[in-house]
Structures are given as C-alpha cells and as structure tokens.
C-alpha cells in the first residue's frame, strides 16, 4: 500500500479524514503547516520516503524545498468571500492583526475607526445601501469564478460540487474556512484527478473548523444570495456567539493599540477597501 503525507494549513485534519474516507488505497499521514515548521529537520528525512506528498501551495511560500518529494501534489485553498465580502485581513508593525475575530476584520469597522467615527456611528453603516454601494452585493460570480479557476490551475475540477455548494446552506464559515462538506467535495475531486479508486460513501469527517472563529452572513446580504443571515459572531476557541455592537466594540478597542493609520489592509482587499473607506467618507462628509 503507497504511503501519502499531506501537509496543509487550518483545512489539515478535515481533508486527512476525508482522503482517509474516500479511499482504501492507501496509508495517510498529516501534518499542519505550524507543527512541519517545527519540524523541519525531521520531515526532511521522511519526505523522500513517501510514494506521494500532497501540499497546500502556501506551504511551499514557507521557503521549504519539497523537490525530495517522489509525487508531489498540490491542493489549494479554498476562499470565497461572497457571503462575507466586508471581511478583510489587515496588519500593523509587520504582523497580521489576530482579534477580535481570529484574523477577519471589518472593513466597514476599519474605515469607520480611521475616520474618526463612534461606536453607534459605525452600528448605523451596517445596512443594505451600504453595502451595495460598496458592492458587497456584487460578488458572487468574482468569488465563484476566481475559486474555480484556482482549483483547474492544479488540476482539480469544482464547478459540479459548487453548483450543490450554493443550492444548499451557507458552505463557508469565513473567508478562508470551509465547512466539512466543500472539504469532503474537494478531497473526492482530488482523489478523482489522480485517477484514485473512491469509496462510494456520504459520512463526513467532523466539522473542525467550527472550532475557530466563524463569521456571520449579514441579514441583507443573506437575503440577496438566498440563505439565512445574522449578525452574531462565534468567538475563536468558544461556543459563545457575540453580537454585531460587542464585535464593533473589541474591534476598536483593538485597533486603538496603534496609531490612526498604522493598519494597513493587505494588498489583496486594498481596492475594494479604498471603495469602502469613500463610501462612509461620502456618508459622513
């Protein structure tokens, strides 16, 4: 029986189990991306060893030369901010900021501090004709197309498994978390494309996830992409959900451990986070 390693980030165990699931062909060990760091040296020694080594590509900007590995493989990640398009990540003194919400924060919330604007202030931006005219409505089919095109850059087919995707629930807890069953759906599609023999089941691996921070679908974005919405936030490490106003409230009191304009979005969110900082400059003008 071949022997695989997977090496992944935050998405490692729920991808292991379900390769595990879909298929008796061969032996699966993992490894998250924080403990192969750890241990460099000693997978160094181990990589040669396995007839497949199965990596996310962030692994590889890690600066770890997996050129020893037999087969390697690449499964990326899995983003789709469609339901969660006010998310942004941002740092300040070359880290990444972390809280309140793990490393989601609001742009709205971001632009709002940076202008000077109050608590019950920032709580009123948080309706429909702002998001639309931040274009938070809008990004369903650059969301959906920019995740499948990913994905058939390694060789991995998704459009099938999205059209189940969006008929259903809401599928991701965050912009970069997915729930278990997108997870499964692409462990399938991966196991397919190496033309893997696949176990005929539907039992999913427990949603790991959920262990982190999840973040709300807001009620009128909801509505417009026909699913349920809120505005509680589950808390990273805790089964307690916060609401929109305590969530306003950390999040300023973190930002407020740097100057005004020390935050920097990263360079992925800049544009669109430029377009939400005119908006509440236009509404506040």
């Known amino acids: 029986m071949e022997r695989w390693l997977l090496v992944s980030n935050c998405n490692t165990y729920g991808l292991a189990r379900s390769l595990q699931l879909l298929s008796n062909s061969f032996h699966l060990d993992c490894v998250d991306v924080w403990q192969f760091k750890r241990n460099t040296q000693e997978y160094a020694e181990k990589i040669p060893t396995y007839d497949r080594v199965i990596v996310n590509p962030e692994v590889e900007l890690s600066g770890y030369d997996f050129s ?37 924060q609001s742009m709205i919330a971001l632009a709002a501090f940076q202008a000077g604007l109050g608590i019950e202030e920032t709580l009123m931006l948080f309706r429909r004709d702002v998001y639309e005219r931040c274009g938070f409505l809008a990004r369903w089919e650059p969301a959906r197309d920019r995740l499948i095109a990913t994905f058939a850059t390694f060789g991995i087919d998704l459009s099938n498994s999205f059209r189940r995707w969006s008929r259903g629930e809401i599928f991701m807890h965050s912009l970069g978390h997915p729930k278990a069953q997108p997870i499964f759906d692409i462990a399938r599609a991966f196991l397919k494309s190496q033309n893997v023999e696949i176990n005929k089941t539907d039992i999913l691996p427990f949603d790991t996830m959920v262990e982190a921070g999840c973040l709300p679908v807001y009620p009128e974005i909801g509505e417009a992409l026909g699913v349920d919405g809120s505005y509680f936030f589950k808390l990273p490490g805790e089964y307690k959900l916060i609401s929109l106003q305590k969530f306003i409230e950390r999040s300023f009191e973190v930002y407020r451990g740097y100057d005004l304009n020390e935050i920097q979005v990263e360079p992925g969110f800049r544009n669109r986070f430029h377009q939400v900082t005119s908006v509440v400059a236009e509404i506040h003008a």
């Open 68 to 104: 020893t590995a037999r087969n390697l493989c690449r499964i990326p990640n899995l983003e789709f901010d469609a339901y969660h398009p006010d998310f942004c990540f941002a740092g300040a003194r070359g880290t990444r900021i972390t809280e309140p919400m793990a490393a989601s």
